[in-house]
């Protein structure tokens, strides 16, 4: 009997298998949703830095739609407000990317008025620590062009 059972027994442990369970909703797919963060320092003054920060949504595979917010307060500017864009990452070492910024400027006289700029950025990754980007902005009374190195930590 024991003989009998303890076959039985070795006979459905063999036969049955494990199956992978479904995966879960969070790991079927990359989200299309992100936030993003950036921040560069300028170039004409120290203590000046540039923060972009936002909602960016992925229209296709490549191409990224984003709204947010700059932050760039120093002591002969300001030029904080909002901006939208397009994004494209050519490869996974290349990306361009196109910029809106608008934001109030003070002007003693006037009070004050509402300033748009235009913006198109370029960034190719090197290392996976160092950028080379290209930016060329313009604006109603100047236009701007800038080449740099960047260091990702």
Not at 66 to 94: C, D, K, M, W
């Amino acid at each position: 009997m024991k003989t009998t059972l303890s076959l039985l027994l070795t006979l459905v442990a063999c036969s049955s298998m494990a199956t992978e369970l479904p995966a879960l909703p969070s790991q079927q797919k990359n989200s299309p949703h992100k936030l993003f963060l950036s921040s560069e320092a300028n170039q004409h003054d120290f203590d000046t830095w540039k923060i972009d920060g936002g909602y960016s949504y992925n229209v296709f595979d490549n191409i990224d739609l984003y709204v947010g917010a700059r932050v760039n307060q120093g002591n002969h500017t300001n030029e904080s407000g909002f901006l939208s864009g397009v994004s494209y990452q050519i490869t996974p070492r290349v990306s361009v990317k196109s910029t809106l910024h608008s934001y109030n400027e003070d002007s003693t006289e006037e009070g004050t008025d509402k300033v748009i700029s235009a913006e198109v950025s370029s960034r190719m990754r090197l290392t996976e620590n160092l950028d080379l980007h290209a930016t060329l902005e313009h604006q109603e009374w100047q236009q701007e062009l800038e080449v740099g190195i960047g260091f990702r930590f």
